[in-house]
C-alpha cells in the first residue's frame, strides 16, 4: 500500500530577549538557520518552558496581502498582527499562536518585536527607539528619532561601555527603578547588543549640535518625548492607558536631560 | 447664549505633571498638552456643571477677560477636545460615561 503522508520534521528554538523566552516552531531547516544566525547571542536551551510558543509558516513572495503599514487588533482574547510580509495571530491566555510570514529577518523580527510591546505593556515596561549602553554598571538610554544620533553615539561608544542596541531599547521596571536589557533588534550599526542588563540610571534625549552639553527638561517634556519614542502598534484602549501611565511611571523615577553633542568620542566624557 | 454641559471621555488617560494636563487618546495614542484653559474645563468637566458656569467661576476669576469672550472661547475649546473624543459635551447633562 502507498503510503501517502510522510513524517514531517518539526525544528524549534527558543529567543529569549528582556526576560522573555519565545519559543519558535518552523519545519524549514534552512529558516531554523537563519534564525540561529540572525539572533545569536539570544538562543537559549529549550529546556524550560516558554511565555509564547509561536508555529510558523513560510510563504513565499507575493502571496500575502498588502498592507502598507502593521495592524495589531485584539478580539475575543485573540492579538491579530498584519503586515504585507506577514500575518500572525496569538492567543495570550494559551501562550500559543502562529506566523505566516516572508522567510526574512526583518519579517520575523517585526513580529517579535510587537509581540515585546504588547506582553512589556501589561508588565509596565516598554520598547523604546534608543540606543542604550552600560558604563559602570549603569544602563544609559539615548532616545531619539531617526537621525537624532543613536547609531553615532553608538559608534563612539569607547571599549569600557558595552552596547545593549543602537535602536531599540527594551526597559522593564525592578524594584524603584527599571532595567535596560540588549537587544537583536538593531539599526544602521547592523551589531546586535549584549545579552545582558543594568539598572537604568538616565534617559538622554538627543540632539546634534556644535558642542557637548547636558541641559535639564521640564518633566511635561521628558514625558511627551519619551511617549513620543516608545513603540506601540496596537489599537487597544486599555493597553494605550497602561503605556501612558508607565511613562510617566518612567519619568518620576528616572532622569531625563538633554544631551546635545557633537559628533566626536569626547561626548561619552559626559556619560558615567 | 447655548448652555453646554460637558464631561471628560473616561476612556482615555490623563496626568498633570508640573501643572501641565496630558491627556492621550485610547482610540489612536494621539497625545494632547492642554493649555491652562483647557485644563480648568477638563478638570470641571463632571456633566453636571454648565460650562457657562464653569466659565464664570474658574475662568473669569482667574484671568481678566469678558464672561461673554471668555465663553465662546471655552466652547470653542470644548468642542475641540470633543472632536478628538476626549471630551464629551451635550446640551443636557451627561451621566458618566452615557453621553456619545
Redesign the interface.
Known sequence: MLELTSEVERLSLIIEVGRMPVRVNTTDRDFLGMLQERYAGYVVASAGDAEIEFDTELAPLGNLPPVEDVQVLQRDGRWSLTRGDFRAEWEPAKRRGWIRLKPAPYSIDAVLRIVHTLVLAKQGGFLLHAASAIRNGKAFLFAGVSEAGKTTISRLAPPDVTLLTDEISYVRPQGEGYVAFGTPFTGELAKLGENVSAPIAGLYLLAKGSENRIDPISAGEAARSLLANVLFFAEDEELVQSIFQTAFEFVSRVPISRLTFFPDARVWELIR | MSNLYVARNP?V?A?S??G?M?I??????T?F?LNKTATIIWQSADGATPLEQIVRQKICTEYQVEASEALRDAESVARNLASHGILQISEQPILHGAAK
Not at chain 2, 24 to 29: E, L, Y
Open positions: 476612556r488617560a496626568r505633571l508640573d501641565e496630558m492621550m487618546s485610547g482610540s489612536d495614542s497625545l498638552t
